[in-house]
Structure formats: structure tokens, C-alpha cells
T-cell receptor, first 116, second 111 residues
Framework: EAGVAQSPRYKIIEKRQSVAFWCNPI?????LYWYQQILGQGPKLLIQ????????DSQLPKDRFSAERLKGVDSTLKIQPAKLEDSAVYLC??????????????FGEGSRLTVL | AQSVTQLDSQVPVFEEAPVELRCNYS??????LFWYVQYPNQGLQLLLK??????LVKGINGFEAEFNKSQTSFHLRKPSVHISDTAEYFC?????????FGDGTTLTVKP
């Protein structure tokens, strides 16, 4: 079974530039998450999708971050313009929908962003 | 609201020694509890989970954890660690499809 795919693995940009990350979840997983993991901290939820609808984006800095999951499968997370404090690993995860699975998350390998 | 506190940010231990990584949580409702492991430059992968039933749960790589409702704890243990267990370990609670993670414990196993 293929896991969660993410790209790119690494990205270095200057502040005020833009960047986009892509995620393809495990087939059949209706729920998709984007987490931000700053060095030395645990993952913090940015946005949660159920199919192509947003379930929770309360922690997403909407002035600079956006995310979409147009066809209910793969997803893109964009940052524009980037700030120094956006340097982090962006983790995508997927799971079965609430009430079906156990809440276990399946993670991709992450996209490491460095903002200079 | 729910929260997770991992009481030790770093745990150094010698190979073949036992180890315990501590996790306390706070929640006003019943939650599921998880431990994930993250190896360098990789995503998180599930070690074990508590959903209900027996309070002692066993996971992969010889790890186990005990759920203590009265103390709201879910400590992770392994009786004898290997060099390959060196990694970051995260405790997480999940309710209504929303997961909250602790800040992690770095386990370093020394020869």
C-alpha cells in the first residue's frame, strides 16, 4: 500500500517569496491534514479537510497561508509571502473519516522549508 | 480543549537499559491516546494506541504503554533499548477527529 506522498522534500527561499507544497494521501482516506512542525516542537495543526471541504482551519494564518483540496484527493499548501518564522517542516497526514477509523494518522515524510 | 505534556524533553540512556517516556494529558472528554515515533528526516509513524479495554497496550519494536485514567497519564516503556531506538517520540490525544501532540521527547541510546 502506497503511503502519503509529499513534495518537495526540501525548499529554501528568501523572505517575502512564495512556496507551495503538495500532498497525495493514502487511497481511500477522506480526511487530510496539514501540520506545521517547528524545530523542537510537536506538530501543530494548520488545516483539516474532509473530502474537499474544510473541517478546521482555525490555526491557519490566513493572511499568508492558503490550502486547497479541489477534487477531494491531493492537496496543496501555499505560503505567500513567507516570513522567517515560517521555517519549519510541513507534514501532511491522512486518515479514515471520523467514526470510521481509530483516529490514527498516517504521515508523509514532510517538506522542510528554510526561509532566509 | 485538550492538551498534552511530555515531561522530559531529552532522555539519554545506555543500550540494553530500560526506559520510560512520560506523557500526561488533559481533556474534558474521553480521548484516544497514541504514541508516534519520528526518525531523522522522516514523518511520524505509529508506535501504539489506546482506544479502550486493557490499560496496558503493546506496540511495535517491543514498546508498551499504560493508560492511567486517574492520573491522566500514558507513559511509554521499553525493558531493553537498542541503538536503533534513537529517535523523537510524540504522545498525542485524539477526540472527534482532532489530534493534539506533545512537544516530543528525544530518546538517545548510547553504546
Amino acid at each position: 500500500e502506497a503511503g502519503v506522498a509529499q513534495s518537495p522534500r526540501y525548499k529554501i527561499i528568501e523572505k517575502r517569496q512564495s512556496v507551495a507544497f503538495w500532498c497525495n494521501p493514502i487511497s481511500g482516506h477522506a480526511t487530510l491534514y496539514w501540520y506545521q512542525q517547528i524545530l523542537g516542537q510537536g506538530p501543530k495543526l494548520l488545516i483539516q479537510f474532509q473530502n474537499n471541504g474544510v473541517v478546521d482551519d482555525s490555526q491557519l494564518p490566513k493572511d499568508r497561508f492558503s490550502a486547497e483540496r479541489l477534487k477531494g484527493v491531493d492537496s496543496t499548501l501555499k505560503i505567500q509571502p513567507a516570513k522567517l518564522e515560517d521555517s519549519a517542516v510541513y507534514l501532511c497526514a491522512s486518515s479514515f473519516p471520523r467514526g470510521v477509523g481509530t483516529g490514527e494518522l498516517f504521515f508523509g515524510e514532510g517538506s522542510r522549508l528554510t526561509v532566509l | 480543549a485538550q492538551s498534552v505534556t511530555q515531561l522530559d524533553s531529552q532522555v539519554p540512556v545506555f543500550e540494553e537499559a530500560p526506559v520510560e517516556l512520560r506523557c500526561n494529558y488533559s481533556s474534558s472528554v474521553s480521548v484516544y491516546l497514541f504514541w508516534y515515533v519520528q526518525y531523522p528526516n522522516q514523518g511520524l509513524q505509529l508506535l501504539l494506541k489506546y482506544l479502550s479495554g486493557s490499560t496496558l497496550v503493546k506496540g511495535i519494536n517491543g514498546f508498551e504503554a499504560e493508560f492511567n485514567k486517574s492520573q491522566t497519564s500514558f507513559h511509554l516503556r521499553k525493558p531493553s533499548v537498542h541503538i536503533s531506538d534513537t529517535a523523537e517520540y510524540f504522545c498525542a490525544v485524539t477526540n472527534a477527529g482532532k489530534s493534539t501532540f506533545g512537544d516530543g521527547t528525544t530518546l538517545t541510546v548510547k553504546p
